[in-house]
């Protein structure tokens, strides 16, 4: 590495005309240019300039020598930057852990155009709802809005997921609307697997956790919104899920005065994958897309 520094050193003295000059370019003293220059005039046991008080020329070795030694020098620039272009390619293989419904209704379509945009990237898609660890599984990333955390595993948050209490109006006539969070113990409540039965909401006092009584659980939200609209319960939704049914009166939404407590869906990368740019920039992609389906509703055409 020091040979390659002074071959450096000797071809910007070359280029300039005086090892004053040429440290200046390189950002070093002329005496550490006189020191290199000798020490590579040392290892080809040759003299590369003839030295005056008024010039500095090429020796013919040195003449000789210049072409060659620019030709080395691009050679190894050449492969540092290739080697750094190969290291920044988006390419290879990712395997991907998300929940069943958001892949469903976003992320398939997230991801294919994500893999139509960088066409040497394969995937493996697997559609699991419960929380994985996935420096143990396998995956280079897995997906979810649940809260737990790993060992040697990144959190990375990607966009909120707004969630919606609501109940078909058949249920409401029959049960009453319920007017604070604490009245859903006399509701029949339809429960998601993965949050349980404790109901969280925001009100101006503070949080409010509620122990509900699950008539119904399940490990996909669609399953619930199904069921609320037969009638069947009080169900906690996605906001994606439920919109259109609250919009068109199949749905009400309850407790507008007391949000739903806010979850996250964020991505599990372990440690060891973080730094490979195809990871990298899918993690880029989902937070532009996933928040504008999630946030902003905006669906494929």
Partial sequence: MDTLVNIRTFIAVSRSGSFSAAGRHLGVAPSVVTKRISRLEDQMRVKLFVRSTRQLILTEVGERYLPRYQALVKEVDDAISGAAAVAQRIEGHLRIKAPTTVTIAFLARIL??????????????????????????????????????????????????????????????????????????NHICLTFHATGS?????????????????????????????????????????????????????????????????????ALIPQTQARKPSVKALMDWLKIHMHASLVHGERAA
């Fill in 112 to 185: 294919s155009d994500f893999q139509q945009e960088n066409p040497n990237v394969t995937m493996d898609l697997a559609l699991v709802d419960r929380s994985v660890n996935p420096a143990e599984e396998g995956y280079d990333i897995a997906l979810g809005a649940l809260p737990a955390s790993y060992s040697n595993v990144i959190d990375e948050p990607l966009c909120p997921y707004p969630r919606k209490l609501c109940a078909a109006p058949s249920y409401l006539e029959t049960r009453g609307i319920p007017k604070h969070p604490r009245d859903l113990v």
């Fill in 198 to 266: 404790t109901w969280s909401f925001m009100s101006p006092g503070g949080p409010i956790d509620v122990e509900v009584r699950s008539a119904f659980s399940a490990n996909d939200t669609q399953i619930l919104h199904d069921l609320a609209l037969r009638g069947r319960g009080v169900a906690m939704v996605a906001s994606y899920v439920a919109e259109d049914s609250i919009r068109t009166g199949k749905l009400m939404e309850l407790l507008p005065d007391y949000p739903v407590a806010e979850l996250w869906l964020k």
